[in-house]
């Protein structure tokens, strides 16, 4: 009987729960923690995606009123809870940003300004270990691991699972082994 090798690897953050705040770079420690900004240019497309403690979670809510948030102040910012892009719901509301759909059949997506920073968002979200793999990623590019890699290979699971064995920092805080 085939049985898949497993590999046993430290994380820092829980795949597809956890994420590294783009403000204060702390923990986000669960999905209701965490928010979604963005901005959206005169063209309607959005740009700018960041990942954040929502503001009660903030390590920065008692010295800043605007906690984590990036674009409090400007008048195109568009903001959720992070929680509505994960889960079985989450890729509707991603897709949304490629393609509205049945409400407009005649609109012409996508409505992002950039696709690569879109991808790199969805990846965020939605392929686990992707947000601490990501961490190391120049440590890995500067050291050739990519150098094999084919458009898909860096992306899955088991190689993402490898780069933080490799190249992930022991003895950090949160811990767990998966
Ligand atoms: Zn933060």
């Known amino acids: 009987m085939h049985r898949e090798k497993q590999i046993m690897i430290t994380v820092k953050l ?15 420690e669960s999905p209701k923690d ?3 900004e963005w901005l959206s240019d005169e063209d309607h ?9 929502h503001l009660p979670a903030s390590p920065y809510k008692d010295r800043r ?9 400007h008048t195109r910012r568009m903001d959720t809870h992070l929680d509505e892009f994960l889960g079985e ?19 012409k997506g996508p409505w992002v300004r950039d696709i690569r920073e879109f991808v790199e968002l969805t990846r965020r979200l939605a392929t686990p ?17 990519f150098s094999d890699a084919n458009q898909v290979s860096p992306y899955l699971v088991g190689t993402l699972k490898k780069i933080i064995e490799k190249y ?8 767990r082994s998966v």
């Open 14 to 28: 829980e795949p597809l729960k956890q994420w590294q705040c783009d403000s204060c770079g702390e923990l986000i």
């Open 45 to 53: 497309l959005a740009y700018g995606f960041k990942i954040v403690h």
């Open 129 to 145: 270990y992707y947000e601490e793999a990501r961490q190391y990623w120049s440590r890995a590019e500067a050291e050739g691991y």
């Open 89 to 107: 719901d989450g890729l509707a509301h991603l897709l949304m940003f490629l393609d509205v759909g049945v409400v407009d059949p005649d609109s």
């Open 168 to 175: 992930g920092e022991r003895g950090d805080r949160k811990v």
């Open 65 to 73: 009123e605007e906690g984590c948030y990036h674009y409090d102040r």
């Open 34 to 36: 965490g928010w979604l």
